[in-house]
């Protein structure tokens, strides 16, 4: 998996309005009713980064979730990051 330069995150996170990148990854945090609902949404984010075989740095406090992407094996942010935030993205706002 490829690097991807600044400018082409940057351009990639215009479809994602609820991501940054810095510290060379992207980052986001989703706010939810209570504590099981963001418990919730950890558990079924996970099933779909086993099956992407690609895992978050996250922390959940309370009804919190934080969330980094970065493929560590390439040193930055790379397409793999932006499919699991696509997936994350549909699961925590199905709606959007």
């Known amino acids: ?3 991807l330069k600044k ?3 940057e351009a990639k996170l215009l ?3 609820d991501w940054e990148y810095y510290d060379n990854a992207i980052h986001a945090e ?3 009713e209570n504590f099981k609902d963001c418990f919730s949404a950890m558990s079924r984010i996970a099933f779909e980064c086993e099956a992407l075989k690609h895992h978050p740095d996250w ?3 309370y009804n919190v979730l934080t969330i980094s992407l970065s493929t560590h094996d390439a040193g ?3 397409n793999k990051d932006f499919k ?3 997936a994350i993205e549909f699961i925590v706002e199905p709606d959007e």
């Open 15 to 17: 479809r994602f309005p």
């Open 1 to 3: 998996m490829t690097k």
């Open 59 to 61: 922390s959940n406090v």
């Open 7 to 9: 400018q082409d995150i």
């Open 30 to 32: 989703f706010e939810f």
């Open 76 to 78: 930055g942010v790379t």
């Open 84 to 86: 699991l935030a696509e």
